[in-house]
């Protein structure tokens, strides 16, 4: 199953790679492999795209370690391959042309909670589940949250959103400051703790997003959040996905305040149904959470019931107990995984797409229809707030003309969000398999993108081959 | 008066210059001017740092105008420096080695609003009142409000905020795109209209605070939020400095969303007293406003009046009628020239600075303190809910002594919310004022800073002599 991936003018420095391999494996020995096994883990291992392993991996333990091995592999020119959790989406763990994958995921110390400031500075290994089981007892929490239990270096590098981020913001929102090993292995501090500047260029935000092509994160200082007070949430089921998004629309422009509000396609529903156990109706269905005070979320939610009437939902599904939600929630997470459950042995090709919140009722319902068109089997959620959807395309891998088919789908599903204003990606990143729209989408500000990244990184070494075409 | 501003390797290129200045005023003839007044008038012409004219103006109407004059300057690298309504503070539109000031005030127009979507395309000479009273009977408004009615492009530039930044954000979370002219002359844009994306480096947000050093900006597409069902406020004293920001810490740690809570020292509130003919009681006073439903508005400033209650504040005065509030956010916005009834011909010193919430009672008391130790007069207020506050120094610019003095304080003043985890400038920006503490504050990391500056602009001919410390 073979996905174009543009890397013409990329070339594989196989002296200079094992020049670095020797010195790292004397350095690190036993954090340092070459096993084929070790390796393959750490190149893609998520959705269609080719595992390209690195050619070694090194378990580094501190930002001055992770700065040692920056410093060896550009002196030797080796491409280094910043790891957390292995969970993203776009292959932008690969190695096209080898190098040096540098795991992260022993560097998981919560360093410090500054309950008082409502921040913490945190490790880049530290997994998102993991923070907040730490926060737990402070009256915080971390609001955002990709599907999988990703680490929070690996989503400063894909600006990581999830469903929470049409309440909390997204990763660039939430990172006060970062601290980064550079391409010439120098470390420097962005940002600071606190919570406004203008005090230069924006750093931090300039590698919140960059997929680890500009420099490694190796600490992070995120904002943090109250827990609220109150909670409440539920399903609510409508006729068809234009009503469900035609709803959605009216929620945001109305101002209420939802902490998520996630669509699941009828198909959707049918598999977390299977997987998670749930007897909700299959038709295209919204999940909802609201937070605040008792009274607020009240108010909330009778709003949004009034709204969802209007667009033909039918009625509010309550979930007022903790745990009738958290099953909720948790089915909401298990998506992905509930999805294969429709066509055992199939692989997975997910995508994401963003318009302006406008556009998505007929965003949405014209992707539904190109999928079914195409004759193809994809499950579809949104972290619609947002403008936010994702596919998942269940495809034979030995069907040369369903693959075809899909790539052309998801080619056009891109171009289509694009061409409404929208973008090619909201949260899962561009990676391997994005580059290609992004001529499209950006237009002469490539041009920029690649100025700063020819400037910050001259050798491309840091993770090269993700995010810009190569020409 | 002379304030030292590092410009040491900055040469002046009169050829270049003057290669410049011909073709533009062939080119623009009626709106080209090298008039002394006119030039003068687009220098620095707020606080105390020397006005450095340009050479000329030329007033722009389109982004196609300014890239050709760009293009023209780039040429003969001759400097450019972006003009709006002249308000900035830090002396960013001097021109330390002369060079082309692009008026933008004639590119005022509202290109779009798209209510549904809650967003619109302006020019940035558009200002924060003009936009505000555009877009009435939208049900929208724009939150972002510096003390001057500043133009957009100005605020982008300097990623201003202001006194609903608490609660709305500053201006790096509320612009989604930009129109960017290049150092070559090129037209880009960033961003989108699409809420969040995960498509390749920020842009948006490193133009945003470049202050006119990396590019001009000639559209901007903004974010903008619903009027709020009901807003009130009000005034509540506090016995001194201490107490009132140890109310604000408890009340941002609680969660309260105030829309605005303003810090007014004594002497502040005396000047709004004769200035805008109040009667408040002369201690340190909270200014605040609470946005949102009926019920939630109600809710949240009970919320409030008990913390205030435990921190020694007074009883809270309600402004419940529109009149009356207006009346007091009007003294606020004036809080800057209402100062100099307190010592009518001084000269205006203003400086900001921005530390972690939980630092603010001890930075801002600390720096009281050093004012009345150093024999100073100055006012402070404060966006005291970010941990931001200002002052503004009453200075006699014929006593040298005293102009060291306040230079020193300032330093002091800087140093120390550096020290605490915090910031040289919150909004302000860097400009020639600030330079110098960007050493302490960022490290090594301003050495990226000046990567990226010399990638984007490798002649250094966008807004030289500002932000970067010169070598």
């Known amino acids: 199953m073979a ?61 001055e370690e992770v700065s040692e091995i920056v410093k060896i592999c550009a002196e030797h020119k080796a491409p280094v391959i910043a790891f957390g959790t292995g969970s993203s989406l776009e292959g932008h763990l690969n190695a096209p042309v080898g190098g040096i994958s540098i795991d992260l995921s022993q560097m998981n110390k919560v360093i410090e909670v500054n309950a008082e400031d409502m921040d913490c500075r945190v490790q880049p290994g530290v997994t998102r589940k993991q923070l907040n089981s730490d926060l737990r007892d402070t009256g915080l929490f971390f609001p955002i949250d990709p599907g999988a239990d990703a680490s929070i270096g690996g989503m400063v590098a894909t600006r990581a959103s999830g469903t929470n981020a049409v309440r909390y913001g997204t990763m660039k929102d939430v990172v006060l400051g970062l601290t980064v090993v550079t391409a010439s292995g120098d470390v420097i501090h962005t940002g600071g703790r606190a919570r406004k500047s203008s005090a230069g260029y924006d750093l931090t935000r300039l590698f919140v997003g960059s997929e680890g092509t500009l420099g490694i994160v190796t600490e992070v200082t995120l904002r943090l959040n109250g827990q609220p007070e109150a909670i409440s949430g539920g399903v609510c089921p409508f006729p068809d996905i234009d009503s469900a998004c035609k709803a959605v629309i009216a929620t945001i422009q109305c101002g209420i305040p939802v902490a998520r509000i996630e669509l699941l396609s009828a198909l959707q529903v049918k598999a977390c149904n299977i997987y998670s156990k749930l007897d909700l109706e299959e038709v295209p269905t919204l999940f909802l959470e609201f937070h605040g005070t008792p009274a607020a979320v009240r108010e909330q939610s009778e709003l949004f019931g009034s709204i969802a009437e209007e667009f033909g939902g039918s009625e509010f599904k309550w979930a007022t107990q903790a745990e009738e939600r958290s099953k909720l929630w948790a089915a909401r997470h298990d998506a992905y995984w509930a999805s294969f459950t429709l066509r055992p042995g199939a692989k997975g090709v997910a995508t994401d797409a963003c318009v302006p919140i406008s556009k998505l009722a007929e965003c949405v319902t014209a992707t539904v229809s190109d999928v079914e068109e195409a004759g193809l089997l994809a499950t579809l959620v949104g972290h619609v ?76 070494i840091m993770n090269p081959g993700k995010i810009l075409p190569e020409a």
């Open 3 to 63: 996905l174009s991936v543009e890397q013409a003018s990329l070339e594989r420095n196989d002296t200079g790679i094992a020049k670095a391999i020797a010195i790292l494996q004397e350095r690190f020995s036993n954090r340092f492999s070459v096993s084929k096994a070790v390796c393959e883990q750490h190149g893609h291992t998520t959705t269609w795209l080719p595992n390209q392993a690195p050619d070694a991996v090194v378990f580094a333990q501190s930002t």
């Open 385 to 460: 707030g947002d403008g936010n959807f994702h596919l998942l395309v269940l495809v034979d891998e030995n069907n040369q003309q369903e693959i075809d088919a899909t790539e052309a789908m998801i080619e056009r599903m891109n171009y289509r969000a694009i061409d409404m204003g929208g973008t090619c990606t909201g949260e899962h990143g561009v990676g391997q398999g994005k580059p290609k729209y992004l001529k499209r989408e950006h237009g002469k500000a490539l041009d920029v993108m690649q100025a700063v990244k020819a400037a910050l990184d001259p050798d491309n």
